[in-house]
């Protein structure tokens, strides 16, 4: 027997080695679930979607928190919304029947994320009112299937962007539930109890995951309380051994109010999470393009969508310190993306068609910001024994030269403006760095409109 097992063991290990598959069991522990190296498609791809779209999106008021504005925290401004525009028992649950969706065109969508040049996407399949985008067997008639829009929003979305694209899909899912009856009741009973953990929110994790096959999970909804409740350790532990997406599955950290920022996968910290200097862990700025509201808001001026300059200023300092961005749209109730995010999403595109060689796969860079001049992010590459880095430029410069403080020049180096055929000549700057000569370039030959990237090879750092 001890023979036996013995040389099944060495079958299974040089197996492992031979072909270099990852044989390690994680343990439903954080440590254990710590060491898990994160799948390269993530951080190479470092843009993704974000999609807040739900029952919220039909009263469209202020924020997709307005359930809990209106009847949690009773704020004047949404009882006056409500008083003023519906009859006096309408509940919020009757919003539900006018999340419609009837123009909602999944291919149309993959399309503009494609257009984006993001690399995955996270749709809400479930925000802290409950109503669930898919096809559940876990709620009977609060979800898409039996009310509003009578079809499965996250499975029509997931097929679309396999068929069309090669965009990951993702999703985010909310732990808990702001009016949940099983909620409320182990929130009383001091969290001893987890009828809600056991009897919704992991049921729908496993539904989830093993219907749709996300490659990204947003959790979000833990800060109510500790680990201790949500014991998400299984289940991370589970995805990533014996779950079908376990060798490409990403997981961020919002599993309990002690876990947020220390542990689990990608660090999202909070909302705008974007430290401004390098971080020993992949992390992740999810942001919104609406600056007051992840869900659509039909009260929203032109002065509250941020404009593609801060886009780019965003992805530029978010990338150069080693994170990803994810960056949120709110579809409406009918199902349009609105122009104003078309807009700004296809205007990344344009310029990462330009730049993206700075962006995509790099790796920071010894420095993220320049130590001169301000508004300059750094990002590298090092191919084929070739070290690039890019100096990304949120301003023109105002005059015929450009001091950057960072780069050590040697005589080897070499200075080119992404997307733009002539090397530009340089000398070292008066006090180390470099100092770049911008000839007048015809405004027509301008390869893009808001950010420049600079790229060096040959520096000796
Ligand atoms: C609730 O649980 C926490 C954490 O276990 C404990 O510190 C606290 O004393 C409890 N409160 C009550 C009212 O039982
Ligand atoms: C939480 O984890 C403990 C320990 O592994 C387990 O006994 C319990 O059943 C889990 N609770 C839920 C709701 O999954
Ligand atoms: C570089 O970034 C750091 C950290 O965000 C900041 O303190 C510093 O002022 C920046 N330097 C310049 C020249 O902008
Ligand atoms: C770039 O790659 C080469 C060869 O693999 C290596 O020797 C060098 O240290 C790398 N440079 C940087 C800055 O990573």
């Known amino acids: 027997m001890a023979v036996v097992n013995k040389a099944g063991l060495l079958l299974t290990l040089s197996f492992c080695l031979l072909l270099t598959v990852s044989c390690k069991r994680y343990l439903p522990t954080w440590d254990s679930i710590d060491s898990r190296p994160i799948p390269d498609w993530y951080d190479e791809g470092k843009i993704g979607i974000f999609i807040h779209w739900g029952v919220f999106s039909v009263p469209s008021f202020s924020t997709e928190w307005f359930w809990y504005q209106w009847e949690g925290r009773k704020l004047q401004p949404y009882i006056d919304f409500m008083t003023k525009n519906y009859k006096p028992d309408f509940t919020y649950a ?101 009828d809600f953990v056991k009897f919704k929110t992991m049921p729908e994790l496993y539904e989830l995951v093993n219907k749709y096959m996300p490659e990204f999970i947003f959790s979000d909804g833990d800060w109510m309380v500790d680990d201790f409740y949500w014991n998400a350790t299984e289940f991370i532990a589970w995805l990533y051994n014996d779950s079908p997406v376990k060798d490409t599955i990403v997981v961020n950290d919002r599993w309990g109010q002690n876990i947020r920022c220390k542990h689990g996968g990608v660090l999202d910290c909070d909302d705008r999470y974007n430290p401004g200097v390098l971080q020993n862990r992949k992390w992740e700025n999810c942001m919104t393009i609406d600056r007051d509201s992840w869900g659509y808001r039909r009260n929203a001026q032109l002065d509250g969508y941020i404009t593609i300059e801060e886009i780019l200023s965003t992805l530029a300092e978010t990338v150069s310190c080693g994170g990803n961005l994810l960056i949120n749209i ?54 084929t024994d070739t070290l690039s880095v890019y100096a990304i430029i949120l301003d023109w410069p105002t005059g015929d030269t450009l001091t950057l403080g960072a780069p050590v020049t040697s005589l080897a180096t070499t200075v080119t403006l992404l997307g733009y055929p002539d090397m530009f000549s340089w000398e070292p700057g008066s006090m180390g760095g470099i100092t770049i000569n911008i000839p007048s370039i015809p405004f027509n030959k301008i390869p893009c409109q808001w950010a420049w990237v600079f790229k060096f090879q040959g520096l000796k750092n």
């Open 330 to 383: 709110g579809p409406t109730h009918d199902g349009r993306i609105l122009p104003i995010f078309e807009e700004r999403l296809r205007q990344m595109g344009q310029w990462l068609q330009v730049n993206g060689e700075a962006i995509y796969a790099t790796k920071p860079w010894v420095y993220q910001n320049d130590t001169l001049t301000k508004g300059v992010w750094y990002t590298s590459r090092n191919e």
């Open 94 to 194: 009757d919003f539900a029947s006018m999340f419609t969706a009837e123009f909602y065109d999944p291919i149309q969508w993959a399309q503009i994320f494609k257009a984006s040049g993001a690399k995955y996407i996270a749709l809400t399949t479930k925000h802290h009112e409950g109503f669930c985008n898919w096809d559940t067997k876990y709620s009977f008639n609060w979800n898409s299937m039996d009310v509003g829009p009578k079809r499965d929003l996250v499975g029509e979305l997931a097929g679309a962007l396999r068929l069309t694209t090669d965009i990951r899909f993702g999703i985010y899912h909310s732990l808990f539930e702001w009016f949940h009856p099983l909620y409320l009741q182990d929130a009383s009973n001091n969290y001893t109890t987890q």
